[in-house]
């Protein structure tokens, strides 16, 4: 960044852009600790459109962090459906018991307390510091990185993340951190939507597997699965399911290492 009316011109394309096209969430109208936590544990992975409708119907479910620190972990699994990576779900059930037993049912503020939590990494403690609580951080993700490579890299390829968070460093404001980063977030969908993807042009871009017979989709049917009945056999698995067993039984015991699922030899049900 060569002066600061540079960066001051940046910010007003970036703001410009948010007082006309600003897009309107349920965890940015009622910005709450809880509500902001658990946005972001929905948004890893899931694009904010799919997260809008699940949010508001687990919001209304469990709609505080000790609720849901004392819900079933099937009661939450069973929200959880249509979002996939249920894994994320488990790691918010174990956070929400964290933080009733730790902190009394208050999320912390510091960056280091917040990262200890399970499923919290540099990313989503710095992004529930921002949206949360106000607080200056610095943020990249894939909507952000694609404002920063289109309006200073257009026509670099392999962007490396060290070259663009000096200029977030530099050009963020400091003052209003919540508001920046949403209209941040909010022109990078759009420049996403617009042009040929920005975000395709950084070196950390990495295009995702097709979901239809993966693991992934395997793992998601026996979770699903699992909600709706308390247990099942290998066989009646396989038949909801309908994946090769080979298929089955390998995501299985993937589920059962990570602590998702148990089984007693015979059944499998929700740990």
């Known amino acids: 960044m060569s002066s600061q009316a540079a960066a001051t011109a940046f910010r007003d394309t970036v703001y410009g852009f948010y007082a006309r096209n600003k897009r309107v969430f349920p965890w940015r ?10 946005a972001e544990i929905m948004l ?5 459109d799919r997260v809008t409708p699940k949010f508001n119907q687990f919001i209304s479910q469990f709609p505080t962090i000790k609720k849901l620190a004392r819900a079933n972990r099937r009661a939450i699994l069973k929200a959880w459906q249509g979002l996939g990576y249920n894994r994320r779900a488990v790691m918010l059930h174990q956070l929400a018991q964290t933080v009733v037993d730790t902190y009394r049912g208050r999320l912390p503020r510091a960056d280091e307390q917040l990262r200890a939590l399970p499923g919290v990494g540099p990313y989503t403690a710095s992004a529930i510091r921002v949206f949360a609580f106000n607080l200056d951080a610095v943020l990249i993700e894939t909507n952000i990185r694609s404002v920063y490579i289109d309006y200073f890299f257009p026509r670099a390829k392999k962007v490396d993340d060290k070259k663009i968070l000096p200029l977030i460093t530099e050009t963020r404001d400091r003052r209003n951190p919540r508001r920046w980063y949403s209209a941040l977030m909010d022109y990078g969908a759009h420049l996403k939507q617009t042009k040929d993807n920005p975000s395709r042009r950084s070196r950390s871009h990495v295009t995702q597997k097709p979901f239809a017979n993966s693991n992934r989709q395997t793992r998601g049917r026996i979770v699903a699965a699992l909600t709706k009945s308390e247990k099942l056999t290998l066989a009646e698995l396989i038949k909801k399911v309908v994946q090769p067993k080979n298929r089955v039984t390998k995501a299985l015991r993937q589920l059962i290492d990570e602590g998702l699922i148990v089984t007693n030899g015979h059944y499998y049900l929700i740990h």
């Open 44 to 48: 890893q992975q899931t694009q904010a």
């Open 29 to 38: 109208t009622n910005p709450t600790g809880y509500r902001v936590l658990v």
